[in-house]
């Protein structure tokens, strides 16, 4: 009975503090790894690596909650770290563009100015959120009088769009209004475009309007500061919204359906920035000011992991877990498992966002190459090694998955094999994972309740 | 009118009728039994109430609103609770966080004050907590409340499932089955237990059963359904004289258990 004490993520009841040690050793290290590397007195390949395995902790972390502790199935876990990566890049990449080609870092000193691009992405997504509500509602109705009729009614919509975008496209101006889709999104861009166009003239205006003191603070290391920050959590938030899109119309599917869903979800996003040219589309983006180091790395990686672990350690994780063992027995004790489902599925994708935001400004550059569907198998590979549920696993997990293959490089052609080879004899001597889903410190340290027990 | 009310019942699924004309009334505080041959309705029925299905025809009524086809978290809340037959607990959390996860419902701080710890967090957990061990203590679950539930013996788990039934603070009760695969005495400690609940908890429970000794000692009302129908209801001394149910269900019955 021992052992099996040991599985239970019981919830913290003691001192609000407690969490476990390998986080209390990342909190340790982390101003001394931030000094070490402003110092620059690491081997950049070392200082790489180390700065790799911070955002690989992140994106594992927040793949846990969703495929661990809820016990859904996401491949797609790349699509949020892209939409976050393009959504804080953007911004920045067209900050450097608007402003002069100098020390990349000092420009980022105006906070308001991606707020207020993540503002039209809000306004622009919620319209076109209402359209498709408002599409979905016609499908309903249409749905009342049969299948069939929802079908016709589909292929309908399909063709008009089509036929309407075929024929709006490859004129300059506003399309004629009959035409209601090209007309719909030149409008949409237009609103994007004199939204932006105005943001950033209308920030410096309003920062030539503040007094002096104010103006002072909010040019240096603060502005600097506060617009890395909202950079972040912008590109975080955008993830967020992609999985509220997404976690909805997928909520009544179950294992490999959710699994293929996801990973068709991850494709979308591909293909649509590959077709973006403001994004850069197969080209990518690059010239992204390279402000992420070791220091915004690893805060984000704590941060995430006390977020995921107090989330699991309480009433809401609680549900999480009831309802990844007994989808019936959870919902049959007052448990929304859709409530629970999709808690997890946007907490999850808002810390993707901010490790794909984290890694567009450590690579300077991004293509969507980077966030294809590999990507996704080998976040979902660390997660399956750590053992559902583990976040300490889930830590060692991305640590050990990050660092055996650059430590395999010597090898050269057999790196991959050898790699292979040992995740396979990994999953048959421990299917359960590396901790089996336990964690590493002893239950009085998490501050569990009964230590008597 | 009865706190639970169900009128002119029916399910079809497809061609076939699973259940019909089905009438029943509850109230806290009563114990009825719904009996019957395998395969009569008798689960069907309990689905139904609890949102499982959606019925084809009839009323589902709780304090006079309809609940019928809502989804079964909105039952619960509304104050229905359920037990299985085959015991559905949640195997790999511990005996406490089975029960805690039946105070899910009460819970009134929000997603950030749980991210941010706020101390509204600590106290509902702290109290949460605190009645989830005194159910366990009225189980007799507290000194094993660390351990996997899958671990328990069959008995226990069972006992289990009703208290996290019961920490959802239902005023209906809806029990299926819970002495299968029970032997005698823990069948004898089960009834004591059910009358406890019903008086301790002022419950209505609505019971499943097949043995016939343990509903005949405990019911107060009975209702037998026979192919989808209700065949007879009334005192268990008046069910056991029906002729009509001593034919489907009971006859042999009567004699060997």
Known sequence: MKRSDQLLPG???????????????LLLLWPIGSFLQNAALFDPYFARIICLVGLNITLAVSLQLINGISGQFSLGHAGFMAVGAYMAAYPAHAMLATDAKDAHLRLLTNPLAPLL??????????????ICWLLFGVFRLL???????????LLVVAIWLLTDMAMGSGQDGAPPPYLVWSSLNYWLHALFDALLARGLPMTHQVAAMLPGAVADVLKGPVAYFLTCLVLLIGGGLCAAGAGLLIGIPVLRLRGDYLAIATLGFAEIIAVLINNSQPLGGALGLSDIPRFAGFGWIYGVAILTTIAVWRLTHSARGRAMLAVREDEVAASAIGIDPAHSRIMAFVVGAFFAGVAGALFAHFEGYITPRHFQFMRSIELVVMVTLAGAGSLSGTILAAIVLTVMPELLRSFSEWRMVIYSLLLIIMMLLRPEGLLGGRELIPRRWRGDADVSA | ??????????????????LTGFRFALDPGQLVALIGP???????????????????TGTIALDGKSIAARPPHRINQLGIGRTFQNIRLFGQLSVLDNVLAGFHQEITHGFWGTLLRSSHHWREEREHHRQAMELLKTFALDSRAHWQARNLPYGDQRRLEIARALATSPRILLLDEPAAGMNPTEKAELMQLIRFIRDHFHVGIWLIEHDMKLVMAISERI???????????????????????????????????
Not at chain 2, 1 to 18: D, H, K, P, V, W
């Open chain 1, 11 to 25: 919830p913290a009841h003691g001192s609000p503090w407690a969490s476990f040690w390998p986080l209390l050793l």
């Open chain 1, 117 to 130: 691009f993540y503002l039209d992405i809000a306004v622009v997504g919620l319209c076109v959120v209402g």
């Open chain 1, 143 to 153: 749905r009342r009088l049969g299948n069939w009729a929802m079908a016709v009614g």
């Open chain 2, 1 to 18: 009118m009865s706190l639970l009310e169900i009128n002119n019942l029916s399910i079809q699924f497809g061609g076939l009728t699973a």
């Open chain 2, 38 to 56: 395998n395969g009569a309705g008798k689960t069907t029925a309990f689905n139904l109430v609890t949102g499982v299905y959606a019925p084809t």
């Open chain 2, 223 to 257: 209702t037998v359904l026979d192919h989808g129908e209700i065949i007879a209801t009334g005192s268990p001394a008046e069910v056991q004289a029906n002729p009509k149910v001593i034919e489907a269900y009971l006859g042999s019955t009567l004699h060997g258990a």
